[in-house]
Nanobody, 119 residues
Framework: QVQLVESGGGSVLAGDSLRLSCAAS????????MGWFRQAPGKEREIVAT????????YYGNSVKGRFTISRDNAKNTVYLQMNSLKPEDTAVYYC????????????WGQGTQVTVSS
């Protein structure tokens, strides 16, 4: 099993930046992909960004491309999400999750961290 703890959320103004962190424990961190997801009130959870386990190749949702950067530090068992040029529509609870090799779904999920962007 993997335990996840997200941190770094907060309330900011449009145009500001935040960096989210997700610390993982329980399994070899470098052996699985990691992703950031978000869920706004009344909306479904959506993918924000993912990073593969070894190559470090990344994927971004269209709404965050060019503004957000996902990275990982396997020595610290941590994945990051640098969020720049934040917009009010980025307001959501942000979650991190692993995707294990041969699994088709993401999970388990952390408790999430709230990001609120005001105009």
């Amino acid at each position: 099993q993997v335990q996840l703890v997200e941190s770094g959320g907060g309330s900011v103004l449009a145009g500001d930046s935040l960096r989210l962190s997700c610390a993982a424990s329980g399994r070899t961190f470098s052996s699985y992909a990691m992703g950031w997801f978000r869920q706004a009130p009344g909306k479904e959870r959506e993918i924000v960004a993912t990073i593969r386990r070894s190559s470090g190749s990344t994927y971004y949702g269209n709404s965050v491309k060019g503004r957000f950067t996902i990275s990982r530090d396997n020595a610290k068992n941590t994945v990051y999400l640098q969020m720049n040029s934040l917009k009010p529509e980025d307001t959501a609870v942000y979650y991190c999750a692993p995707k294990f090799l041969y699994d088709s779904t993401w999970g388990p999920w952390g408790q999430g961290t709230q990001v609120t962007v005001s105009s």
